[in-house]
Each structure stands twice: as C-alpha cells, then as structure tokens.
C-alpha cells in the first residue's frame, strides 16, 4: 500500500453511488477507502462533488435505467463544475464499455471489475488531460481462460475499519467470477472466470478485522459455496477454509451468500452444523420451480435435485433458515411453470425469496438465442402472486416464533429510530438485529447494546421483521473468544 502522505492532502470532495449486491457495497468500501488513503473527502452532496463515481450493476436492465438516468441529469451539473471528473465503474462498466462514453458523452472514465485498483491514477490522468479514460478485462471469448482471469484483478487491499457500514461486521470476499453461465445471467462477463482467493490472504483478513472489532464476516462469492483451492499441496473447500479462521478471538458471528446448489456439500453442511459462530442459514437461489425452464436457464439441477438437497439440508441442520431467488417470466414460461414455481414456493417454505421479473440482458444466451415471449403485464402479475405467497409464508413462519427466546446479534438503531430524532440521540431507543438463523429483530434497548448478543422474547411479528423485548442484556463472553455464556 502507498504511503497517503506521497499524495495530495486535499483531492476535493467525492461522491459515491452504489448499486447492485453485497459484492458492489464491498467493491465500494476499498475503492473509498484507497481514495481516502489519497487525499479525498467523501460527500453525500452529489451537487458540490470534485469526482462523482457509480459503482453499478447489469444484472437487470432496471439498476442499468437508473445509472442512465443519473448520469443524464450530471450533464448540467458538469456544466457548472467544469473540471468534475465522473466515473462509471464495476458490471455496466465492464459489460457496456465505449458504449457508456456514447450514451453519456460527459463520463471521463469508465473502470471494470477487475481494474478497481487503478482508479486512483484514472481519476488524475482524467484531471491532467480531459478526454476518455478506460479499463477494462477482456472479454471470456477474447482470449484463453487463464489470460482472460488474470485481466480480472480481486481487489482487496487493505481494509479501513472507517469506512465499513458498520464498526462490527465486515463482508469478506473469498472468490470471484462464475464459470456457470446460466443463460439470463451477465455475471461470468462481468465478472470473469471463478477465481478463488487464497485461504492464507483470507485468514489473515478476517484476523484483521477482527483485531479492529469486527464480530460479524459475511463471506461473499458468487457460487460461494463452490471455493476451491490448493494451498501447499492441500485443497481447501469452504468448509476448511472456514474452519481455519472459525477460532479467531473475538469474532463470533460467520455468514456466506450466495450457495450454488449443485455445490451444497455434505461437509459444508455439517460444518454449519457443528461450528458453533456459523449462521443457521442458507440462501440457496432456486430461480424456478420447473424442470424446463432449469434447463433452459441452464441451472444444472432439476426440482427433485433441489429437493434433495433441501432434504439434507434439514437433515444435518434441522433449524437452518433457508432463503430463495425467483425469476417470472423468463423466455417460454408457461402458466403451467410458473404454477410450478409457486408450489415450490409452497413446499419449502422459504424464510425470504426475491423475486424478479425476467429482463433480457446483452451478451447472454437467452437473450441471443431465446425469445423474451412473455408480456410484461403477465411477469408483472406472476411477480405479485408469488411475492403475495411469499410474504404470507414469511409472516406464518415469523408467527411460530412468538413467545420464544433468541440469540441477537444487534447492529444498532433500526432505520425507523435512525429516521426519528430518536435514532440520533438515544440512548434508550429502537434497535435491530439478527438471530443465528437471520432472522431480523427490532426491539427497545440502549444503542451501548449495538455490537453485543441479546437475549430476546418475540412479542409480536410482520412478514419481515420479529418484535421483541429484552431478556438479559448482555452476554459475558469467554476468554478465548469461544462461546458466549449468558449472565
Ligand atoms: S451461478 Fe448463474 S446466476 Fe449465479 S452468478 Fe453464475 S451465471 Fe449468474
């Protein structure tokens, strides 16, 4: 890492917009903080900006409309602040190209995926000499695999515990890329080829961050569960990788998002069952409910392959949550799948699904070779039904836990509170947080509580979110870091 005192003290004020996945907020996270580290001052005042940046997405056509949109209405600002510099990176960048200076002839840089690195210097040739910046990966037909890898760079450096959300949980990235290449999805181009970072780089970042405070790692990867690699002759799965940073004193909480479930091992699962700070859930996109249409998304299961495997699930962690992704209305869908779908839907009973309406994107196989053949107005519908079914399951399943005690891990005041003057104040006032299962609690407490394990009793409960109240306040925790022991 460069030392911040070789740079400018002041680089001006940044602006920042991030859309898209948890991966996006991660990327979002080190490119402020490396821009920090040279000078920058982050605003949330987009109109007094030095340098605007998008962190976007292209996993649907709706999060690519909005960047759009915001980038038209900075053709004016750009007027007034001449020597603005605006940044278009991450998936659109890396998926659209030249095309992004085209539609927005104002951008000054664009930056892919695997450049994150390089914006710093993009951002000072864009200053010195004014005209069209860009970086990117080739692209997966442009090259061999391992050539067209090692143009996506992971970008992890060093982490700043100023810049993160929250002081107490962090995401860590442990893989890049997709090498699955179901056919509505754009990430195995803006993404590049499945890489997996190494387990000794992964440990010693979540020992950092735990020696920061963190107590919470959400471990992310596009197939997360489908990490591999060798490492002096050993080959590491998740589950070893995640055993070999389980025992990190003061860490207590381990999450991973998003499972493949082609690649839901037994080990994996009797990991999260046997390690005591592993989460008791699982987001497990299932997409349809329908064998024609898994195979024309190209999934690699069929419903029953599912079904087994939510079978073991149960089996080896009986009170694992599991949570699901839909897609509606994509290339053939009939009544008949969709009604597939959603009795899916109905018989496993997901905690959560999120559901999507299907958008053709550019340079996947469904949109090259598929017909986008059902009309809106019926994805719209089919939508509804099944987030009016989800939400009714979601609500069933909150209410079975009225009356019972959890574990909380609390992650301070909740976004009502934080809207109210309450929120800003405290001290007594209405916090969230989440159970071993992800379950979210909001509840009356002290914002001190913010960053420990609360005992708690539901009281009440929505679709989304269980009501309780305090129990014992807080947990005394074991010298080694181990388990909590309630006082
Ligand atoms: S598994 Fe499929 S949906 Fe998920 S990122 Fe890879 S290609 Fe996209």
Same mark, same amino acid.
């Given at each position: 890492?460069? %030392?911040?005192?070789?740079? %400018?003290?002041?680089?001006?004020?940044?602006?920042?917009?991030?859309?898209?996945?948890?991966?996006?907020?991660?990327? *979002?996270?080190?490119?402020?903080?490396?821009?920090?580290?040279?000078?920058?001052?982050?605003?949330? %005042?987009?109109?007094?900006?030095?340098?605007?940046l998008f962190n976007t997405c292209s996993v649907r056509e709706h999060a690519e409309h909005k960047i759009y949109s915001a980038l038209g209405r900075l053709k004016y600002s750009r007027r007034r602040r001449p020597q603005q510099v605006i940044g278009v990176m991450g998936c659109m960048a890396q998926k659209d190209q030249k095309l992004v200076f085209q539609k927005a002839p104002h951008v000054d840089i664009v930056v892919g995926t695997g450049q994150l690195s390089e914006i710093p210097g993009l951002i000072e040739d864009a200053r010195a000499n004014r005209g069209r910046h860009m970086a990117v990966s080739l692209a997966r037909r442009d090259a061999t695999r391992q050539t067209v890898a090692a143009s996506f760079e992971s970008y992890d450096p060093l982490r700043d515990p100023e810049m993160r959300p929250s002081a107490f949980q962090a995401y860590v990235r442990i893989m890049i890329g997709? #090498?699955?290449?179901?056919?509505?999805?754009?990430?195995?181009?803006?993404?590049?080829?499945?890489? *997996?970072?190494?387990?000794? #780089?992964?440990?010693?970042?979540v020992h950092q961050l735990a020696a920061e405070g963190v107590k919470e790692v959400t471990l992310l990867g596009q197939t997360v569960n489908s990490y591999r690699h060798t490492e002096d002759g050993r080959e590491y799965r998740l589950a070893d990788l995640i055993a070999a940073f389980h025992d990190t004193p003061g860490l207590e909480?381990?999450?991973?998002? =998003?499972?493949?479930?082609?690649?839901?091992?037994?080990?994996?699962?009797?990991?999260?069952?046997?390690?005591?700070?592993?989460?008791?859930?699982?987001?497990?996109p299932a997409q349809s409910g329908c064998d024609e249409m898994l195979k024309r998304m190209k999934r690699g299961y069929t419903v029953a392959d599912y079904r087994e495997m939510m079978q073991r699930i149960h089996a080896t962690v009986p009170d694992c949550a599991v949570s699901s992704d839909f897609i509606v209305g994509f290339c053939g869908e009939t009544e008949e799948a969709h009604q597939k779908s959603m009795d899916l839907v109905r018989e496993f009973r997901?905690?959560?699904?999120?559901?999507?309406?299907?958008?053709?994107?550019?340079?996947?196989?469904?949109?090259?070779?598929?017909?986008?053949?059902?009309?809106?107005?019926?994805?719209?519908?089919?939508?509804?039904?099944?987030?009016?079914?989800?939400?009714?399951?979601?609500?069933?399943?909150?209410?079975?836990?009225?009356?019972?005690?959890? %574990?909380?891990?609390?992650?301070?005041? *909740?976004?009502?509170?934080?809207?109210?003057?309450?929120?800003?104040?405290?001290?007594?006032?209405?916090? =969230?947080?989440?159970?071993?299962?992800?379950?979210?609690?909001?509840?009356?407490?002290?914002?001190?509580?913010?960053?420990? =394990?609360?005992?708690?009793?539901? #009281?009440?409960?929505?679709?989304? =979110?269980?009501?309780?109240?305090?129990?014992?306040?807080?947990?005394?925790?074991?010298?080694?870091?181990?388990?909590?022991?309630?006082?």
């Amino acid at each position: 890492m460069q %030392d911040p005192s070789a740079h %400018d003290a002041h680089n001006g004020k940044l602006f920042i917009q991030t859309v898209g996945c948890q991966m996006n907020e991660l990327d *979002s996270e080190l490119v402020v903080a490396a821009l920090r580290k040279h000078g920058f001052q982050l605003t949330d %005042d987009i109109t007094s900006a030095d340098t605007v940046l998008f962190n976007t997405c292209s996993v649907r056509e709706h999060a690519e409309h909005k960047i759009y949109s915001a980038l038209g209405r900075l053709k004016y600002s750009r007027r007034r602040r001449p020597q603005q510099v605006i940044g278009v990176m991450g998936c659109m960048a890396q998926k659209d190209q030249k095309l992004v200076f085209q539609k927005a002839p104002h951008v000054d840089i664009v930056v892919g995926t695997g450049q994150l690195s390089e914006i710093p210097g993009l951002i000072e040739d864009a200053r010195a000499n004014r005209g069209r910046h860009m970086a990117v990966s080739l692209a997966r037909r442009d090259a061999t695999r391992q050539t067209v890898a090692a143009s996506f760079e992971s970008y992890d450096p060093l982490r700043d515990p100023e810049m993160r959300p929250s002081a107490f949980q962090a995401y860590v990235r442990i893989m890049i890329g997709c #090498d699955k290449f179901c056919t509505y999805c754009v990430v195995p181009m803006t993404r590049g080829p499945e890489q *997996s970072r190494a387990p000794r #780089d992964i440990v010693q970042e979540v020992h950092q961050l735990a020696a920061e405070g963190v107590k919470e790692v959400t471990l992310l990867g596009q197939t997360v569960n489908s990490y591999r690699h060798t490492e002096d002759g050993r080959e590491y799965r998740l589950a070893d990788l995640i055993a070999a940073f389980h025992d990190t004193p003061g860490l207590e909480r381990i999450k991973f998002v =998003t499972n493949y479930p082609r690649d839901m091992g037994d080990d994996l699962l009797q990991a999260v069952r046997d390690l005591p700070k592993l989460a008791h859930y699982l987001h497990v996109p299932a997409q349809s409910g329908c064998d024609e249409m898994l195979k024309r998304m190209k999934r690699g299961y069929t419903v029953a392959d599912y079904r087994e495997m939510m079978q073991r699930i149960h089996a080896t962690v009986p009170d694992c949550a599991v949570s699901s992704d839909f897609i509606v209305g994509f290339c053939g869908e009939t009544e008949e799948a969709h009604q597939k779908s959603m009795d899916l839907v109905r018989e496993f009973r997901f905690k959560n699904s999120f559901i999507f309406k299907y958008s053709a994107r550019t340079g996947t196989k469904a949109d090259a070779i598929m017909l986008d053949d059902v009309p809106e107005e019926t994805k719209r519908r089919r939508n509804v039904e099944m987030l009016e079914l989800q939400t009714e399951i979601s609500e069933e399943d909150n209410a079975e836990r009225i009356g019972r005690e959890y %574990d909380v891990l609390v992650e301070g005041p *909740s976004k009502t509170a934080l809207k109210s003057a309450d929120g800003e104040q405290g001290p007594l006032t209405q916090l =969230t947080g989440r159970t071993r299962c992800d379950r979210i609690v909001v509840f009356d407490g002290n914002r001190r509580l913010t960053g420990s =394990t609360a005992r708690i009793r539901i #009281d009440d409960c929505t679709a989304t =979110t269980l009501i309780g109240s305090i129990v014992t306040r807080e947990f005394q925790h074991a010298p080694d870091g181990g388990l909590p022991i309630l006082s």
